[in-house]
């Protein structure tokens, strides 16, 4: 009897442990599709951070290069209104300048000078912009004077007329000027003009009156030229490539009718300034002005001549020296 139960408890057995791997073989089955649904998840998350990644640069390249285009056009832009600005001083400052500059260059001959004399050079300064703005500016220099040791003269040329006083209190010239204008505010650097003026009463009858018109601070003439005396050297500067250039001021009332009062050097800015009235004045200034420096530097008077030149400038040379190849 008792054999006859071993082939069923070995059968059970046999049952039992096919069982068990059935569970064991399912168990694992289930933990490898655990593992793999999670390797798959894990791929799909990398595969999706990596083209969000290639998007955000596609996107990051795709800004950049819009931003260069718009910096692109911008410049196009500005350099085209540059341009316009250009020919534009050029066409009106030549009218007011042929004039004045046939004053200076007679001056310069008689002084001694040998250089050149540019007239109406028209530049874009090269650290400045416009506030709030991508925008480069034009700048205008009346006058220009380079001398053949390389040294450099910006002149500002005012054609005004009437009375001018530039530096000096209209009361101090004359009592009898003293009620133009409250002169407690005038501190150099100033400048005053005087000038008749017409106007027409409610009678339409013509009426003559006097005009007092200040410019002071920035706005006198001696502060405008020395402004653009250092533009002009950063211009040159960035142009040659030195950081030494370095240009005098002066001031010339060019109008033969006006009768100007004035200081004949204007030291309001820390640099000196020349102030004249007439050729006689300029010529004065102008051999002081060569004294400074007369030894010839014809690579650094070139240097800067050319810088210049090419600025719509109208050029005319002066004694021994040649314009550069």
Not at 49 to 62: C, F, K, P, T
Not at 140 to 159: C, N, P, T
Request: proline content about 3%; overall charge neutral.
């Amino acid at each position: 009897m008792t054999s006859d139960l071993v082939p069923w408890v070995v059968a059970g057995g046999l049952a039992v442990v096919v069982v068990v791997l059935v569970l064991v073989l399912r168990r694992l089955r289930s933990a490898a599709r655990s593992d793999l649904d999670a390797a798959e998840r894990a791929r799909a998350d990398e595969l999706a951070r990596l083209d969000a990644e290639h998007r955000e640069q596609v996107e990051a390249r795709d800004a950049e290069h819009r931003r260069s285009l718009d910096q692109a056009d911008a410049a196009r832009r500005d350099a085209l209104t540059a341009a316009e600005q250009s020919r534009d001083l050029a066409r009106s400052g030549m009218r007011w300048e042929e004039a004045s500059a046939q004053v200076i260059r007679q001056a310069a001959i008689a002084a001694g000078l040998n250089g050149v004399l540019m007239t109406n050079v028209v530049f874009v300064p090269a650290d400045e912009t416009e506030r709030g703005s991508w925008r480069r500016f034009v700048a205008q220099a009346d006058h220009v004077l380079v001398s053949d040791a390389g040294r450099g003269l910006v002149i500002e040329s005012k054609r005004w007329g009437g009375i001018v006083f530039d530096g000096r209190r209209p009361s101090e010239v004359h009592p009898a000027f003293r009620n133009l204008l409250d002169e407690s505010s005038l501190v150099p650097p100033f400048a005053v003009q005087v000038q008749s003026r017409t106007v027409l009463n409610h009678e339409q009858e013509a009426e003559n009156w006097w005009q007092v018109r200040v410019q002071a601070k920035n706005a006198a003439p001696a502060q405008q030229v020395r402004v653009q005396a250092r533009r002009l050297a950063g211009f040159v500067d960035a142009a040659t490539g030195t950081r030494r250039t370095w240009f005098d001021t002066c001031v010339f009332y060019s109008s033969p009718t006006a009768m100007a009062y004035v200081q004949a050097e204007d030291r309001s800015g820390g640099a000196s300034t020349a102030v004249v009235t007439n050729q006689h004045e300029l010529q004065s200034a102008l051999a002081a002005w060569a004294a400074k420096d007369a030894v010839p530097n014809r690579a650094r008077a070139d240097a800067v001549v050319r810088a210049l030149a090419g600025q719509g400038a109208h050029t005319i040379t002066i004694g021994s020296y040649r314009l550069p190849e």
